[in-house]
Nanobody, 127 residues
Framework: QVQLVESGGGLVQAGGSLRLSCAASGRTFSRYVMGWFRQAPGKEREFVAAMSWSGGRTAYADSVKGRFTISRDNAKNTVALQMNSLKPEDTAVYYC????????????????????WGQGTQVTVSS
């Protein structure tokens, strides 16, 4: 069993930055693909970014490429999402997720591949 707890959300002006963190429990954290998703009001949950267990491979949604960076520290059981040049359309609840096995690079963007989810943290970007 893995528990995920996000932090770092808040209110920021357009063009600003935020850094989200996700703390994970569980001895096998280092073997999980970790992802970030977001859900805006009235919209479906969408993929933001993901990283392989080793940190050697990443994937990003086109909407955040060049602005967001995912990273992880397996020694500390944490994964982070650095968000720069934020836009009002980035406003959403952001969720950390862990894949317990089975996901491939092509399916990283699929929410159904992830077995564990955090409770979410709100990010609001004002114009």
């Amino acid at each position: 069993q893995v528990q995920l707890v996000e932090s770092g959300g808040g209110l920021v002006q357009a063009g600003g930055s935020l850094r989200l963190s996700c703390a994970a429990s569980g001895r096998t954290f280092s073997r999980y693909v970790m992802g970030w998703f977001r859900q805006a009001p009235g919209k479906e949950r969408e993929f933001v970014a993901a990283m392989s267990w080793s940190g050697g491979r990443t994937a990003y949604a086109d909407s955040v490429k060049g602005r967001f960076t995912i990273s992880r520290d397996n020694a500390k059981n944490t994964v982070a999402l650095q968000m720069n040049s934020l836009k009002p359309e980035d406003t959403a609840v952001y969720y950390c997720a862990a894949d317990g096995g089975g996901a491939t690079y092509s399916t990283w963007p699929e929410a159904y591949e992830y077995d564990y989810w955090g409770q979410g943290t709100q990010v609001t970007v004002s114009s």
